[in-house]
């Protein structure tokens, strides 16, 4: 994988069992979307479709599988994060969907090899 940093936009997604919460922030750091749609390949579609050469990080999970494939599958580049290896998702006090999203994509536009499985 190349190291992208600073020159794609980012797309956290937290996932849920029936939506999931989407941050997309660009190449500053900057939040510049936020959405909450149903999980669903439409409700993807609706978030997929807008960006090109996204950079999407994706919590391990029940969904990650079919979510992750559909992702590549608009030409993103798709990581699969365990929470446990980011402590900042996994221990943090404020932990909701929302903000949970967005530490997703912070953390892909900094350093992508955090996230690793």
Same mark, same amino acid.
């Given at each position: 994988?190349?190291?992208?940093?600073?020159? %794609?936009?980012?797309?956290?997604?937290?996932?849920?069992?029936?939506?999931?919460?989407?941050?997309? *922030?660009?190449? /500053?750091? &900057? +939040?510049?979307?936020?959405?909450?749609?149903?999980? /669903?390949?439409?409700?993807?579609?609706?978030?997929?479709?807008? &960006?090109?050469?996204?950079?999407?990080? *994706?919590?391990?999970? /029940? =969904?990650?599988?079919?979510?992750?494939? *559909?992702?590549?599958?608009?030409? =993103? &580049? /798709?990581?699969?994060?365990?929470?446990?290896? +980011?402590?900042?998702? =996994? %221990?943090?006090?404020?932990?909701?969907?929302?903000?949970?999203?967005? %530490?997703?994509?912070?953390?892909?536009?900094?350093?992508? %090899?955090?996230?690793?499985?």
């Amino acid at each position: 994988m190349s190291d992208l940093t600073g020159s %794609k936009r980012v797309l956290g997604i937290d996932l849920s069992d029936s939506k999931f919460e989407a941050c997309l *922030i660009d190449q /500053t750091g &900057e +939040v510049v979307e936020r959405q909450q749609q149903r999980l /669903t390949p439409s409700g993807l579609a609706r978030v997929l479709d807008r &960006e090109e050469c996204l950079r999407v990080v *994706i919590e391990i999970g /029940t =969904h990650s599988p079919w979510v992750s494939r *559909i992702c590549e599958e608009y030409g =993103h &580049e /798709t990581l699969v994060a365990n929470p446990r290896q +980011v402590s900042l998702i =996994h %221990k943090s006090a404020k932990k909701n969907d929302r903000n949970d999203a967005e %530490k997703l994509a912070r953390v892909g536009r900094l350093d992508p %090899k955090l996230l690793a499985p």
